[in-house]
T-cell receptor, first 114, second 118 residues
Framework: DGGITQSPKYLFRKEGQNVTLSCEQN?????MYWYRQDPGQGLRLIYY???????QKGDIAEGYSVSREKKESFPLTVTSAQKNPTAFYLC?????????????FGDGTRLSIL | AQKVTQAQTEISVVEKEDVTLDCVYE???????LFWYKQPPSGELVFLIR??????QNEISGRYSWNFQKSTSSFNFTITASQVVDSAVYFC???????????????FGQGTILTVHP
């Protein structure tokens, strides 16, 4: 089945540690996105990528890093610089980054601090 | 700057009741797109509908219907004869027209938690 796979489902981070969240899609979509969701809030954009080997900062990129070396993969690293990483992280993709394209989402990764 | 407001934080209904989820948006663009997404307890967001700013026709899909009114900048979502499986968080979102190859940023509302009791 075509879709977006995020792993792991749950992740725990120790102080000072970097962790990487995986996002893979087999929809052949050009654009991919990372969002952060906090309780009672909407989704906030961390990073997006319109095409392979290109990515741009979203509204809350500080403390995060990404790479886009393959079309189907867009991993997100939560660095130790992110002081409040506890949140639900959602990866999405769309055919292109044009504004009219609906985004399709993965099941999310819940990150907590140990 | 664009903004989406979902004034209802939580709604609780009994099965078979009709329920309307409100969405009000702000944008300076004349061309834009509106979306509704459903987030069930499993976590993923499910795309429900897309509307462009030039199409004010209301849409019905089964028990779901959407009312788009440009004059009041609203894009409300109604579920008729609600069912327990409709329980989820519902998000309204706005994307301004990007043009060319520019990215059209998607702005989400805060979400409305809908609980349908048996």
């Amino acid at each position: 089945d075509g879709g977006i796979t995020q792993s792991p489902k749950y992740l725990f981070r120790k102080e000072g540690q970097n962790v990487t969240l995986s996002c893979e899609q087999n929809l052949n979509h050009d654009a991919m996105y990372w969002y952060r969701q906090d309780p009672g809030q909407g989704l906030r954009l961390i990073y997006y990528s319109q095409i392979v080997n290109d990515f741009q900062k979203g509204d809350i990129a500080e403390g995060y890093s990404v790479s886009r070396e393959k079309k189907e993969s867009f991993p997100l690293t939560v660095t130790s610089a992110q002081k409040n990483p506890t949140a639900f992280y959602l990866c999405a993709s769309s055919m292109s980054a044009y504004s009219n394209q609906p985004q399709h989402f993965g099941d999310g990764t819940r990150l907590s601090i140990l | 700057a664009q903004k989406v407001t979902q004034a209802q934080t939580e709604i609780s209904v009994v099965e078979k009741e009709d329920v309307t989820l409100d969405c009000v948006y702000e944008t300076r663009d004349t061309t834009y797109y509106l979306f509704w997404y459903k987030q069930p307890p499993s976590g993923e967001l499910v795309f429900l509908i897309r509307r462009n700013s030039f199409d004010e026709q209301n849409e019905i899909s089964g028990r779901y219907s959407w009312n788009f009114q440009k004059s009041t900048s609203s894009f409300n979502f109604t579920i008729t004869a609600s069912q327990v499986v409709d329980s989820a968080v519902y998000f309204c979102a706005l994307s301004e027209f990007s043009g060319g190859t520019s990215y059209g940023k998607l702005t989400f509302g805060q979400g409305t938690i809908l609980t349908v009791h048996p």
